[in-house]
């Protein structure tokens, strides 16, 4: 067995069958396919589609208000102030949580634990949620958003968590790209297919009516028990391969210090302010296009719902294509800007003109996915990597008490003011972004231009700064006083010593200090 485990050591991953793809583990008579090997690629790629799936379920019911927007108002009899209260609620939690997830994932649950936790949350709030429409009680729907937020924003940073200790080093961009792409499938099969749900269930039940409203959220929840059913596996999966491959649990390698905070330079404030002032002219208004769309251009439910979900339908693709394009160009500042001025142009067509909305929509989304992909790199350009935790959990708190306010403030404004207002207020908010954004251009440009170099000159910076730290490295430390010593030519006196020491003469008292260097007094006795 000794042997053996030499052998596996020696030869690492290269210790594979030959023709059927196979390799030995836990016993020189035992076989491992490769399809339950942790380290080869097929069985991680198992992995992944359990992890991508992970939050599948999250994202499906996040959005079931925005889907079923009128059937929610009249069902329920509520204005839109009321309605986007279920988006505040969501958000509520997380403006404390961004903070603390990380913590409770690394140093309370662990990874598998805390995953599956927080899975727990996200089930149990939709199915509250349900509930409460079942029952006809909005003071309930509004409980369960608030404990589907708990889990909501957690379990996002577990998937990621997971990513990383599967993947790092290997195809870890690309698995980030794939989880962000199945969270805007699973936003995009909400907004198109919980309409027919609804349907359907009236069909069941006889008539419209909370009933109905909650049955459909009820069979809603089924994708966020799914995603738990996934949770478990990869536990397991994970448990598994830290047994074989004698690896720590995944960790999020989150440091939160709110100490930091007032370390931050003021590039840093400029993202967090373009990031809020953009996302709140984005997600609310999402959650109230639907009956937008019906109001302004006569589109049916289906076709309004469809429209509504363009942005996300191009995320899903685009992601990972615009965050290769930023990757392999540089020039994140610039980018930010023109995915801002695309938004801005989005939001006036919508608000002043009559032009088809797909145009629009779709030009909204390609910005909304180039903003993402250039923006939220921009953190780790502009502090130091013992921050970056601090910032990030910062970054997505202020995110969520800006979305938690505006979703308040655009219900209020539609019920008021109506559609045409609140599309101004959005652009308002566009506005305050891209003077934000310009601004840090130039402050950027003052201070020497990093975040906004292009990728060849990042590479070229790194490669220096690479170089450097190996001359460092490389260079000879100082001799001390005792090195010099022993470095000096000895002198004649105490060659004829060192000589007659060999031979093993008695060497006179006042002789012994030359031979310091040489041995102890006593073995030359």
Known sequence: MADYEERRTLLGDGDEGSSAGRRTAGGPGRQMWAICDPSHLLHRLIVLVFMCFLGFGSYFCYDNPAALQTQVIQDLNLNTAKFMQLYAWYSWPNVFLCFFGGFLLDRVFGIRLGTIIFSLFVCVGQVIFATGALVNHFWLMEAGRFVFGIGGESLAVAQNTYAVNWFKGKELNLVFGLQLSMARVGSTVNMNIMGWVYSKVVDLVGSPGHTALGASLMI??????????????LAVLDKRAEKILHKEEGKTGEVVKLT??????ITLWLIFIICVAYYVAIFPFIGLGQVFFIEKFNFSPAEARAVNSIVYIISAPASPVLGLMVDKTGRNVVWVMIAVVATLAAHMMLAFTFWNPWIAMSLLGVSYSLLACALWPMVAFVVPEHQLGTAYGFMQSIQNLGLALIAMAAGSILDNRGYLVLEVFFCICIC??????????????L????LNRSAAARAKLQKEATSAADRIKRRPSKPTEGELARLAPMSAFGLRNRYLSRLGAQLPDHCSTHLSSLAHRSVLK
């Open 447 to 450: 201070r020497g231009g990093d």
């Open 220 to 233: 809603a929840a089924v994708t966020c028990l799914f995603s738990l059913i996934c949770a478990l596996v």
């Open 432 to 445: 305050i972004a891209l003077m934000a954004v310009v601004l840090l251009y130039f402050v950027d440009y």
């Open 260 to 265: 930091d905070v007032k370390d931050f330079p």
